[in-house]
Nanobody, 129 residues
Framework: DVQLQASGGGLVQAGGSLTLSCAAS????????IGWFRQVPGKEREGVSC????????YYSDSVKGRFTISVDDAKNTVYLRMNSLKFEDMGDYYC??????????????????????WGQGTLVTVSS
């Protein structure tokens, strides 16, 4: 049973940093594509960053490239999203999700939210001035 537990959201000043955690259990994490998605009211859920360990692929949206880093702690079975230089537009509910890829993932397309079928609960990131 795929379970994903996101945590680490909070209030941070613009320019600050935050690390989100996604604790995975019940499935072979390294065989899945795992991603972080942001949801803001009135907008479509956006893929922020995804990772395919088995294929050695990562994806970052243009808005976060160079500022966010996705990583994995195998011993803790946890996927992290390190967010640096936070901006107001980074605010939102962040979800982690997982999908077992039916075909070899491609970096450019593997972070589309409609591909993912296992979702954790959200963790809210608020950026203040």
């Amino acid at each position: 049973d795929v379970q994903l537990q996101a945590s680490g959201g909070g209030l941070v000043q613009a320019g600050g940093s935050l690390t989100l955690s996604c604790a995975a259990s019940g499935f072979p994490r390294e065989e899945y594509v795992i991603g972080w998605f942001r949801q803001v009211p009135g907008k479509e859920r956006e893929g922020v960053s995804c990772i395919s360990e088995s294929d050695g692929l990562t994806y970052y949206s243009d808005s976060v490239k160079g500022r966010f880093t996705i990583s994995v702690d195998d011993a803790k079975n946890t996927v992290y999203l390190r967010m640096n230089s936070l901006k107001f537009e980074d605010m939102g509910d962040y979800y982690c999700a997982a999908v077992w890829p039916k075909s070899p993932p491609k970096s450019a397309t593997m972070c589309s939210y409609n591909l993912f079928d296992h979702w954790g609960q959200g963790t809210l990131v608020t950026v203040s001035s």
